[in-house]
């Protein structure tokens, strides 16, 4: 004879969640065209003066600012994402 054994099983919605958020934000910010210093700011985990000061003046990441007129800045994501980790990896103490 044979027993049959039942049990539940309860996924953990909190790591699913999770997970699925990192997977959907990593997909979007790699379709961004355009980032603003608000945006690079929250990324980075840095305050807006800091990118100012250790990112915007370099002239790598100057090639690929925009601004319409006058108006807000905006960086080319796909380009200036890279430069900036380099900066981080290869270049502060």
């Known amino acids: 004879m044979s027993a049959i054994v039942q049990f539940e099983v309860k996924p953990d919605n909190d790591a699913l969640d999770a997970?699925?958020?990192?997977?959907?934000e990593?997909?979007?910010a790699v379709r961004k065209?355009?980032?603003t210093m608000k945006q690079l700011a929250e990324m980075y985990?840095?305050?807006r003066d800091a990118l100012?000061?250790?990112f915007f003046?370099?002239?790598r990441i100057k090639l690929f600012e925009r601004r319409r007129g006058k108006g807000k800045r905006y960086w080319i994501a796909e380009k200036v994402i890279?430069?900036?980790d380099e900066i981080i990896e290869?270049?502060?103490q």
């Open 57 to 59: 003046r370099d002239p």
């Open 52 to 54: 100012e000061e250790a």
């Open 33 to 35: 065209k355009l980032l």
């Open 90 to 92: 290869y270049e502060w």
């Open 26 to 28: 990593k997909h979007v």
């Open 82 to 84: 890279p430069i900036m």
């Open 45 to 47: 985990s840095m305050e």
């Open 19 to 24: 997970k699925y958020d990192a997977i959907f």
